[in-house]
């Protein structure tokens, strides 16, 4: 029996139900859309995080995600900032699905198929070298497809998938075609 006044020690929150998970893209675009924002170019993302083999999942700032849209179009994808951004959300636990609507958002149609399309194959040699190794993150697991499209699934991989997942996303922003908007260098301006 516990005594007045004295109350046991607060534990851990109790994990949301299933169907509260969220991705955190899903958490920025929903936490953004209440703020009145257009959320309309992305759907909803989120990286998962892991403390004390508790698992939790944080929205992504909306700002960074807008930031890197603008980025993207007043830059373009491959311009030394707007990677600097991508390599910055690169460090989030992002599932598959968080991905690619980000790249779907930020990306020209042309550019998205061709991230798409590299993504794949960066996912192929990662599985590749996985399946060498024993471990079990696979093509499907990378890729968020088969059993693994729904996003909730995709929230429960364990720790390292999300840094291949990650890495996978990263090479195959980077090997998008150069911009084709073309700045002078500033040593070649004739006053």
């Known amino acids: 029996m516990e005594e007045a006044g004295l109350d046991p020690p607060p534990g851990p ?3 949301p139900p299933p169907s509260e998970i969220m991705s955190p893209l899903q958490k920025a675009l929903k ?3 209440r703020l009145g924002e257009v959320v309309s170019d992305f759907s909803l993302a989120f990286p998962v995080f892991e403390n004390n083999n508790q698992r939790f999942y ?4 909306f700002k960074q995600l807008k930031e890197l849209k603008i980025a993207c179009s007043q830059y373009g994808p491959t311009s030394p ?7 910055n959300l690169g460090t989030q636990n992002l599932p598959p699905n968080d991905w ?7 990306l020209s149609g042309g550019d998205y198929l061709l991230w798409k399309s590299e993504y794949a194959e960066q996912c192929a040699r990662i599985a590749d070298v996985n399946r060498q190794q024993g471990i079990q993150t696979s093509y499907e697991m990378l890729t968020g497809e088969g059993a693994f499209q729904a996003t909730n699934t995709q929230l429960n991989f ?8 990650s ?3 990263r090479q195959a922003w980077k090997k998008l075609p150069s911009s084709s908007i073309k700045t002078e260098d500033l ?3 004739r006053q």
């Open 100 to 106: 690619k609507q980000i790249a779907r958002a930020c």
């Open 81 to 87: 900032f707007t990677v600097a951004m991508i390599e």
């Open 167 to 169: 890495n996978a996303a």
């Open 13 to 15: 929150p109790p994990p």
């Open 58 to 61: 944080e929205a992504l700032p």
């Open 187 to 189: 040593s070649k301006v």
């Open 31 to 33: 936490q953004a859309q």
């Open 158 to 165: 364990l720790p390292g998938a999300y840094a291949q997942i």
